[in-house]
């Protein structure tokens, strides 16, 4: 079902923006909970919203883990006074510096990285040695998405044992994303985990054989993390992130994730009527993810029956036979196809509660750089 996203009064919110409804991301949050099993094993991403006041809701809630993938995402969690912070990703060059300098700024965080290659650890463990800090390294497993990792096996096994001995380290578990396990059949998809985890699994023993300890694993995202959940493995937490906000992408695709609302929005309003079919809004790939296919980007709530056939960087063109119905400054609503790059173009979310907007949250790590 989809719920009213219409606002009371419109009047005064600007177009393009994006709306955060309070009660759906809260929703969302219990749901993911319910179905991670507890608090203790999740561990959800920011990187969907990258605010402070959904680190909040989700604190309230009892969630003490988060994820993030970049150092401003991360500095955000620790200002935020969370205790135990994964940045899952891979750090080199300059940021293993500010790595360091991220762990001496909030001494009472507990930070783990990721990594998957000898020369980064060894940067890595030169900058945290230097300032007298310390930081747990998981090792990042490919389990088939070949985007970062390493797969299972002795190779895995000596870059493991690396952390283990480096001084300003110390081995933090095992990461495992699996952002190609995106079967729409959910026996497809719960097939594809359980066959992907096994050599991950068979690592875990041959570590802890070896008296090298494997603290956690950490987990999938939104369309793996039900089937995560379910293997109920020792030590185990599940990383969805995009289900926070959810969006129209994985709505479509994932029958199993109905459980899910869209709890951000994009407001626009009708620029102009350049044709008798054509209706403009102001609604540009400036202000919606434009990674999903032109025409395919967002989904137009109020409009019936439209064909988007032009985007441009502040202007959506749509074809429809309703366009009479449609006259400049006219407010619609979108729910975008990718919501956790859209986020990331704009400032500010307005807060919506009972139709009403009661606020603003600043997607604070949109930036990349905050203070360190
Ligand atoms: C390393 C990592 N973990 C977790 C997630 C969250 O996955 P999802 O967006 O499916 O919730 C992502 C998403 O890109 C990711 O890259």
Redesign the pocket.
């Known amino acids: 079902m989809t719920p009213s996203y219409e606002l009371k009064d419109p009047t005064q919110v600007l177009s393009p923006s994006l709306l955060f409804y309070k009660d759906l991301i809260q929703a969302n949050l219990r749901r993911m909970i319910d179905i991670a099993g507890s608090v203790e094993r999740l561990r959800p991403?920011i990187?969907?919203h990258k605010t402070r006041e959904i680190v909040g809701l989700a604190m309230d809630m009892g969630i003490r883990k988060f994820?993030c993938?970049t150092i401003a995402e991360a500095e955000l969690l620790a200002d935020c006074h969370v205790p135990d912070v994964l940045l899952?990703?891979p750090l080199v060059g300059p940021n293993c510096e500010r790595m360091a300098r991220l762990a001496q700024t909030y001494p009472e965080c507990r930070f783990a990285v990721i990594a998957d290659h000898p020369a980064p650890v060894q940067a890595l463990s030169a900058a945290m040695a230097r300032t007298g800090t310390q930081v747990s390294v998981m090792l990042d497993v490919d389990v088939g998405q070949h985007r970062t990792g390493i797969v299972a096996g002795p190779p895995a096994i000596k870059i493991y044992e690396q952390f283990a001995r480096s001084p300003g380290l110390a081995p933090g578990g095992l990461?495992i994303?699996d952002?190609h396990n995106h079967q729409e059949n959910v026996a497809d998809r719960e097939a594809a985990v359980r066959q992907g985890i096994v050599p991950v699994l068979e690592m875990r023993d041959t570590l802890e054989k070896m008296g090298v300890p494997v603290p956690r694993l950490?987990l999938?995202?939104?369309?793996?993390?039900s089937v995560f959940a379910k293997l109920a493995l020792p030590k185990g937490e599940c990383?969805?992130?995009?289900?926070v906000l959810h969006d129209d992408g994985?709505g479509r695709r994932f029958a199993d994730l109905a459980g899910f609302v869209p709890a951000a929005v994009l407001l626009t309003r009708v620029i102009s009527r350049p044709t008798p079919r054509r209706v403009t809004f102001d609604l540009g790939y400036k202000a919606v993810a434009s990674d999903p296919p032109a025409g395919k980007r967002l989904i137009l709530l109020n409009v019936p029956e439209y064909e988007a056939v032009l985007q441009n960087e502040e202007h959506l063109v749509i074809e429809t036979p309703a366009a009479e119905r449609f006259q400049p400054g006219d407010v619609a609503y979108a729910i975008p196809t990718h919501i956790?790059p859209t986020s990331a173009m704009h400032r500010h979310a307005y807060v919506v509660e009972n139709g009403t907007v009661t606020g603003q949250w600043e997607i604070v790590a949109r930036d990349r750089v905050l203070g360190v």
Not at 220 to 225: A, S
Request: with cysteine.
């Open positions: 991403h990187k969907t994820k993938a899952a990703y990461h994303y952002g950490v999938g995202g939104t369309p793996t993390f990383s969805p992130g995009t289900c994985y956790c």
